[in-house]
C-alpha cells in the first residue's frame, strides 16, 4: 500500500542526505520525495510517498523520529489530507491535431502554457489518479518531455 509521509525539518544543509540515506540503508525504496520551505524559513516540509506495510511505516517513521534535524513526522494515509501533483508535459501537436490535444486540455482543466510551432507544453495539477489519466489521454499524440512534480500533501482539520 502506499503511504505519504509529512516531515517537518530544519532548512540546514546535509538533512536530505541523511533522510535519504535512512531509507536507502534500510532498502525502502522513496517513489516520490518533495521538499519545500514552511512559513518559518527555518523549516522545510518533506512530503515522501513510498510502498510497504503498516511494519515497514511503523520503522520509517521511528528512525525518521531519531533525527535530530527532524521536527515532526506525520503518516498521513490515516488522517483525512489533501494531496495533489504537478505536472508539465510537451506533447507533439501537428496542426491536424493541435485541436483535440487543446480539447483534451480543457476537459482537464489544463492549461497550455507553450506554444511550439510542432508542440504544445501544458500543466496539469490534481490527484496521482488524474495525472495518470491525463498523461495516458495525451499518449497516442507522442509525449516528447514530461516532468512530474510528485505527490505533495497537507493534513485536513486538526
Known sequence: MRHIINATVENQPGVLARI?????????????????????????????TLDGDSHVIEQVTKQLNKLVDVIKVIELTSFQHLERELVLIEVAAPKGKRGEIMEIATLYRAEIIGVREKSLILQYVGRESQV??????????????????????VARGE
Open 20 to 48: 535519504v540515506g535512512l531509507f536507502s540503508g534500510r532498502g525502502y525504496n522513496i517513489d516520490t520525495l518533495n521538499v519545500g520551505p514552511c512559513a518559518d524559513p527555518m523549516l522545510s516540509k518533506m512530503t515522501i
Open 132 to 153: 495518470n489519466d491525463f498523461i495516458k489521454l495525451l499518449s497516442p499524440y507522442t509525449i516528447m518531455d514530461i516532468s512530474r512534480s510528485g505527490i505533495i500533501a
